[in-house]
């Protein structure tokens, strides 16, 4: 539509969970009367960023990083939550990338601990619809994977009533026209897809995918003629 005039706000920022990019649109977002609003998930989006969470002594005799790291899959597992099947961390078809522990509240200053974990996160997601009923804009989720815990928060995300954007079989696709060979979570990871091995964030050639895709996909669902025709009521 060359015609017409788009604008588009980016409210990201590294390393937020869902309860804070929730927190970012009530805070900055919402001033600006938005028609629509994406919220991109990943599956650390249960935890908090790294500097927010207190550095461990390395040379602490007392403490085991091996067990600390089982007793964070299991609060995980356990944690408190109406959904506890859904929690189970072993046997999930699609759990199968990377660490999926959440960070344990003994490493995260107390005034943050509220945030992190799947009940916060589901109390946000509730609070997100809630947003978009009363101030008329419809939600579209959008993520490359569907892996480990990024799963769980897509079928959130469904249950909600929000449209759900998963770009994973682009990702095969140029796997198969560009690379000649099957796509694997290991060959993702070592691949152009991805800013570095040490940097799993998408490259630039997977931000353009997930762009096109997305106006794409708002265009195919109807979002777009919506939103026009919400435009063209207005006084």
Not at 55 to 69: E, H, Q, R, T, V
Not at 94 to 121: C, H, M, N, Q
Not at 154 to 161: D, I, P
């Amino acid at each position: 539509l060359p015609g017409r005039a788009w604008r588009c706000i980016n409210t990201a920022v590294p390393s937020y969970n869902v309860v804070m990019k929730v927190e970012a649109l009530k805070d900055k977002g919402l001033q600006f009367e938005p028609d629509l609003v994406v919220l991109g998930i990943a599956s650390n989006n249960l935890d908090l960023p790294n500097y927010i969470r207190v550095a461990d002594d390395p040379y602490d005799f007392k403490k085991s990083f091996i067990l600390d790291y089982f007793q964070q899959l299991s609060g995980l597992k356990h944690q408190e939550s109406e959904r506890i099947d859904e929690l189970a961390l072993v046997d999930h078809p699609k759990l199968s990338w990377g660490a999926v522990a959440v960070t344990a509240p003994s490493k995260i200053p107390e005034r943050y601990r509220d945030l992190v974990g799947w009940r916060p996160f589901y109390n946000a997601m509730d609070e997100l619809k809630a947003l978009s009923e009363k101030h008329g804009f419809p939600v579209v989720v959008i993520a490359n994977l569907d892996v480990d815990l990024a799963a769980q928060m897509l079928e959130a995300a469904k249950e909600r009533g929000f449209e759900v954007i998963l770009t994973r079989d682009d990702l095969e696709t140029y796997f198969k026209e560009v690379h000649h060979e099957e796509f694997s979570i290991d060959r993702y990871c070592k691949s152009d897809l991805v800013v570095s091995t040490e940097n799993l964030h998408p490259s630039v050639i997977q931000q353009r995918m997930m762009g096109k895709r997305l106006a794409k996909e708002l265009w195919e669902r109807g979002l777009i003629k919506q939103l026009l025709a919400k435009v063209a009521k207005a006084p």
